[in-house]
């Protein structure tokens, strides 16, 4: 099973479904342009590392696989429901990089490193309401209204992760919902949004959703688990959780099972790991050699199983194989 999905690579994945994504490319390019040349500047340099791409991938893929016609999954609508997401995720995306002061974004210069963080919130926010503004004017309102909710899912999972970092504590309640809303929800929505694009039955919509958000929480404990593994191509440091006082299910695992006074130890170093590499170190390996990224991924693999399960009840096609690969993808990626 390993090396089978060891051999599957995004563009894999993404072969059926390369005419529709390149249709999406032209829409994207077509609807986002910007007055003056700072802000077209900007926008251009945002757009055009968007990254894996997996949420557009997604609503194509649950598009062709849910549509009744073939040839349904290429209309407009599901160019417009990938937009939708794909710039909820990249405005997020720079959103992110100001609250956490980072210097970089995918192995280069982040929008508020070359743009300062004022310009770059002004960018986000204008990616945002462009979107809006292309949605409402669509007059595709069961879209809008379907992907748009997501927004605020992941201004609450940011709220509630600050919270529970600022505080050193998290449960396991909390770690689930801030996955949710930082990340399962727009994966849910992304799926749920290509089965709606073709006026799948609801049933089906609503499957697709639960198949999006068990590969969103699968997506985000690997990110997780990445952040302990120096070898991974991440494009962000090691341990960068660690250094932001972030407690994610790798470390969490370690502090249920740990006494109440190694717990008390274990916080107090993670308080000092923004300023201390020693600090960051010891907890890195206390997690590697107290089986914290072990159970992190038997609970990642858990959510892999559930979202491939809910794929059996499509018939065979090259659509369903590809959206069983990306989970297998999800499970053994480095990166």
């Not at 982040?110 to 919130?121: G, L």
């Not at 970092?165 to 998290?170: G, I, L, V």
Request: aromatic share 6%.
């Amino acid at each position: 099973m390993t090396i089978f999905a060891i051999m599957i690579t995004l563009e894999n994945i993404r072969k059926p479904v390369m005419a529709e994504l390149a249709a999406f490319d032209e829409f994207v390019e077509r609807q986002f342009t910007a007055e003056g040349e700072l802000l077209s500047d900007m926008l251009r340099y945002a757009l055009s590392s968007r990254g894996k791409g997996i949420r557009p991938t997604l609503v194509m893929l649950s598009a062709a696989m849910n549509a009744s016609v073939k040839g349904a999954s290429t209309g407009r609508r599901a160019c417009l429901a990938a937009m939708l997401v794909e710039m909820i995720h990249v405005a997020s995306l720079i959103h992110d990089d100001v609250i956490d002061e980072a210097d970089t974004r995918r192995g280069r210069a982040s929008v508020n490193a070359r743009w300062q963080s004022h310009k770059a919130v002004i960018l986000g926010d204008y990616i945002l309401a462009r979107n809006m503004n292309i949605g409402l004017q669509s007059g595709q309102f069961d879209l809008v209204t379907h992907i748009c909710g997501s927004m605020a899912a992941l201004c609450e999972g940011e709220v509630l992760q600050d919270e529970c970092a600022a505080n050193r504590t998290m449960t396991r309640q909390s770690y689930l919902d801030i996955i949710y809303k930082k990340t399962a929800c727009l994966l849910g929505v992304s799926a749920s949004a290509g089965a709606l694009a073709v006026r799948a039955t609801r049933d089906k919509v609503t499957t697709m959703r639960r198949f999006g958000e068990a590969v969103g929480m699968a997506f985000q404990i690997q990110d997780d688990i990445l952040d302990y593994t120096p070898t991974a191509q991440t494009g962000k440091p090691a341990c960068n959780d660690l250094r932001e006082g972030k407690i994610t299910l790798p470390l969490l695992s370690v502090l249920e099972r740990a006494s109440e006074s190694r717990r008390e130890e274990l916080i107090e170093r993670l308080s000092h790991c923004h300023e201390d590499d020693a600090a960051v170190e010891y907890l890195r390996s206390t997690v590697e050699s107290e089986g914290g990224l072990r159970y992190a991924g038997e609970v990642m693999h858990g959510y892999i199983a559930r979202a491939t399960e809910m794929l059996s009840d499509y018939a065979d096609s090259e659509y369903r194989s590809a959206l069983v690969n990306l989970c297998a993808y999800i499970a053994e990626r480095d990166r």
